[in-house]
């Protein structure tokens, strides 16, 4: 049943203290795992690492278990509104990836997005739902995937677009298929146990699909794996093509790359008009018309070795791999390449290499520079921001509220601006109008411990340039802080 809409700026109990209940309950646990992910930075013995893993995995166990009960709820007490947006379809698949890419890694697991044509049209509707239900989706499928890859396939039609989440995991068997979207409900015991959780994911992603109108279907079989395919009846936009791939007149041979990249790998050159060759590792061989390799990290060495003394070669790994770049240009190749892959970025750097250029790389070990400015009421996440910042090479201030943070931002002229959206005196999204309305242009990441679709919206007309959730690992918020203040070099990464 619809509720009926309230006048503006007015919220419903339900949805006030479930705003307040979310922030006051996350706060302290993204402060336990951003604490222990700084904690496993450090030099600890075997067993002081085994327990702080322990801690790492409970809390971010935990903490999936409230996000899906805190959306749960909301859909429930909230009157939901959708926003139409124009949007690309391939970046916004490419984002949930990137974002998932690291738990994927961490569990051994491959982890990419194909497009099924370069460029794809662009199209409206609320982006900010669908990313929400492709996250699900994904997280879901790598929750239950112990070996192999997660595919994300993005296909335009002429009446919407589909995403169709592919998994080599367990499967699941026709009978149980009908109570899948149903909450609080598990396939099995065995998953129940598994999972940890309370089987609300799936149901959210059942609800929001139908808000959009569109329909979720479920195939695959025992053994088998699974397939996830969302239909979503949108409309399509005026948006400029973001990914119109050049014609790569070049063989390609792919060699050793993981399943998931290695179709994805595929499915893009073929749209950028090259001609793709599967190269048996075993035997070594590489044919004559071969131009350009493609060689997974994970082959020996002896393997790497040998093939790119037989053509020019591109070292396809992981973003945690790249302390090993030096190693692999040791060994002969001439650039690389970082999964999950971004189809640009893969036609680019084989033309750079096919045509003898020579690849600009970025430096192995990336640093920042600059003053930022941390604007959160939390010591503990202030602490932790600061440290992992810090240890980057950043210059940092910390303000507890809105009106600090304006006063600090005037005093200091800071590269970066971190802002929490829950602040005492003056919250986040007041800072940031304020900020904007005064001039500034310096760039500010919206930071809160309850990130969803309606929350980003608000924070990026406040003026935010990103908005991200806490608890945000050490690592991916050097990152953000470098891509920000433009101190990392994009050559060479994809």
Not at 243 to 270: F, K, R, W
Not at 385 to 407: D, H, K, W, Y
Request: glycine share 8%; proline share 7%; with cysteine.
């Amino acid at each position: 049943m619809t509720k009926s809409p309230l006048p503006p700026g007015e919220h419903r109990p339900q949805e006030t203290f479930l705003a307040a209940a979310s922030h006051e309950i996350r706060t302290p646990l993204n402060g336990i795992l951003g604490t222990v992910s700084l904690l496993l930075e450090t030099e600890l013995e075997p067993a002081q690492r085994e327990y702080a893993e322990a801690i790492r995995l409970s809390g971010s166990r935990l903490l999936d278990l409230l996000n899906n009960v805190l959306d749960y709820a909301r859909l429930d007490a909230s009157a939901i509104e959708l926003e139409t947006e124009a949007f690309c379809p391939v970046r916004l698949g490419r984002e949930v990836m990137e974002l998932l890419s690291p738990r994927a890694h961490a569990a051994g697991l491959d982890i990419a997005a194909r497009a099924s044509v370069l460029p794809m049209p662009s199209y409206s509707g609320d982006a900010g739902r669908i990313r929400q239900i492709l996250f699900n989706l994904v997280g879901n499928a790598l929750k239950f995937t112990e070996s192999g890859a997660v595919l994300l396939d993005i296909c335009a039609h002429e009446d919407g677009l589909e995403y169709r989440i592919i998994d080599t995991g367990p499967g699941i068997a026709p009978e149980d298929r009908e109570r899948l979207f149903e909450a609080f409900r598990q396939t099995s015991q065995q998953d129940a146990y598994k999972d940890g959780g309370v089987g609300l994911g799936l149901a959210i992603v059942k609800r929001l699909t139908d808000l959009l109108g569109g329909k979720i279907e479920v195939t695959g079989e025992p053994g088998l794996g699974t397939c996830f395919s969302v239909f979503l009846p949108l409309d399509k936009a005026d948006l400029p093509a973001t990914h119109d791939l050049p014609v790569l007149d070049a063989v390609v041979g792919i060699a050793g790359l993981p399943p998931a990249t290695c179709l994805a790998t595929t499915a893009a050159l073929i749209n950028a008009s090259a001609r793709p060759v599967r190269i048996d590792v075993s035997s070594g061989y590489v044919p004559p018309d071969v131009d350009v390799l493609l060689i997974g990290a994970e082959q020996p060495e002896e393997t790497v070795r040998a093939l790119a003394r037989k053509a020019p070669a591109l070292i396809v790994l992981r973003p945690e791999d790249r302390g090993a770049i030096a190693r692999f240009k040791a060994m002969g190749c001439a650039g690389w390449l970082v999964r999950p892959l971004r189809a640009s970025s893969l036609i680019e750097r084989i033309f750079v290499v096919k045509t003898g250029g020579l690849p600009v790389e970025e430096p192995e070990k990336l640093t920042g520079a600059g003053r930022v400015l941390i604007a959160d009421d939390n010591p503990v996440n202030a602490m932790i921001a600061r440290r992992a910042l810090e240890s980057a090479g950043f210059t940092v201030t910390v303000a507890s509220t809105g009106i600090e943070a304006l006063e600090a931002a005037k005093s200091m002229n800071p590269a970066l601006v971190l802002m929490d959206l829950r602040m005492p005196e003056m919250d986040g999204f007041e800072a940031m109008r304020q900020l904007r309305a005064g001039g500034s242009d310096v760039p500010v990441i919206a930071v809160s411990a309850e990130v969803n679709a309606d929350i980003e919206r608000q924070a990026r007309t406040a003026g935010a340039n990103d908005v991200v959730a806490k608890p945000i690992e050490p690592q991916a918020l050097r990152s953000l802080a470098i891509k920000w203040t433009g101190a990392a070099s994009k050559a060479g990464a994809a």
